[in-house]
């Protein structure tokens, strides 16, 4: 079943890009512990989702991926949810 809620997509990319933006910012930028809780923090409460919520956000991420035109931000929603424990392995494995 398609997502219809385009508020959805928006906001499962707004969490990507905001782990993304930890992930790649200095450390005069952002504290690296902090990002570091924060980064563990959105990955444990995606974790806490019931299985039914899991599957749409993991959808919602994979055809974002599939849509996006950036190679970097579509190999960053592609890897998220191995990255984040919210799947067991890897997309190559």
């Not at 790649?24 to 019931?50: F, H, I, Y």
């Not at 039914?52 to 974002?64: P, T």
């Amino acid at each position: 079943m398609p997502d219809t809620d385009p508020l959805v997509p928006v906001l499962a990319g707004l969490v990507v890009d905001l782990v993304r933006f930890l992930d790649d910012c200095e450390d005069d930028e952002v504290d690296p512990d902090s990002a570091v809780r924060m980064t563990e923090d959105v990955g444990w409460v995606l974790k806490q989702l019931p299985p039914e919520q899991l599957d749409r956000f993991l959808a919602v991420l994979a055809g974002l991926a599939a849509a996006e035109p950036d190679p970097r931000r579509r190999e960053f929603l592609a890897e998220f949810p191995f990255s984040c424990g919210l799947v067991p392995e890897g997309p190559e494995g």
